[in-house]
């Protein structure tokens, strides 16, 4: 299923920047970032149990925000990419150079 998560962490205190390098890293591990603190996981239930349970311990609830949103595994209808950064399809092919 396709998950796409958001977040708001303060970046106001040193604990806060460490929270958010955190919560970028967990989601980095899970998907792809396609804004700055927007990630597109694809990901089956229990790795999403996974991820939710490290972004929610890393968080500071009365000071950051998180979001998800489920696309189902019918993802690829409800996502449309104009501008500038290329998109990408995480269930196809992928090169390494």
């Known amino acids: 299923m396709m998950v796409l998560i958001t977040y708001d962490v303060e970046t106001l205190t040193p604990e806060g920047k460490r929270r958010l390098r955190h919560v970028a890293k967990y989601c980095l591990s899970y998907g792809q970032r396609v804004q700055n603190?927007?990630?597109e996981c694809l990901v089956d239930p229990?790795?999403?149990k996974q991820l939710r349970a490290l972004l929610e311990k890393t968080i500071d609830p009365s000071k950051d925000s998180l979001r998800y949103y489920m696309l189902g595994?019918?993802?690829k209808k409800r996502v449309e990419h104009?501008?500038?950064k290329e998109t990408y399809d995480p269930e196809g092919l992928l090169f390494i150079d």
């Open 37 to 39: 603190s927007v990630f």
């Open 46 to 48: 229990v790795q999403f």
């Open 73 to 75: 595994s019918n993802w």
């Open 82 to 84: 104009i501008g500038a």
